[in-house]
């Protein structure tokens, strides 16, 4: 990759317009003096800018239905997340999520073994919290008491789920 494709990669990033200073871009070898502002526009998606590329979030996916995490992968994944796992269960996801890490995990109510609640409570008491966003084919009225009692969790109907949505939730 060359200083010009990373300079316009970040630019695409970042945008030009009405900007908020971040910092700056460093010198380079062949270029000492090429320090310039690195600027974002406050409408501009918080996405996480590194050497070379922009850095996707990370979601686990925990559902007991294979067509549904296949579908959620395509959808995710054809925009700013990286599906780094997948369960079916609750302990599946729970040893999952200590191994992988992810900024997120999308976690379905009803599982086989646990619900989706008791896993995102002891998803929360891990060392690496991660964004839980839990989901199902019901509405969130059928939860609503439960939801309202952890507000650091987030719900999307099955129905609802999309790229977009998932991206609201987590920013």
């Known amino acids: 990759m060359t200083l ?3 300079e316009a990669q970040q630019r695409e990033v970042v945008g ?16 000492e ?15 996480c800018v590194c050497d070379s ?19 959620a992968r395509a959808l995710l994944e054809a925009g700013e997340f990286d599906v780094v796992g997948e369960a079916a269960d609750g302990a599946s996801a729970l040893a999952e999520a200590a191994k992988l ?3 997120v995990v999308l976690l379905d109510i009803q599982l086989p073994d646990f619900d989706g609640f008791a896993v995102a409570q002891r998803l929360e008491e891990g060392d690496a919290s991660p ?6 084919s019901r509405s969130a009225s059928t939860y609503r008491r439960r939801l309202v009692a952890n507000p650091s969790w987030s719900f999307i109907p099955k129905s ?3 790229e977009q949505t998932l991206a609201a939730f987590v920013d």
């Open 53 to 71: 590329d922009v850095m996707r979030r990370t979601v686990l996916i925990v559902d007991d239905h294979a067509a549904f995490r296949a579908a």
């Open 16 to 31: 030009d317009g009405p900007e908020l200073l971040l910092g700056r871009v460093g010198a380079v070898p062949d270029r």
């Open 131 to 136: 964004a839980i966003v839990l989901t199902s």
């Open 101 to 103: 890490r992810p900024d």
């Open 4 to 6: 010009s494709t990373l």
């Open 160 to 162: 609802e789920l999309s």
């Open 33 to 47: 003096s090429s320090y310039e502002p690195l600027r974002v526009r406050p409408d501009v998606s918080n996405r």
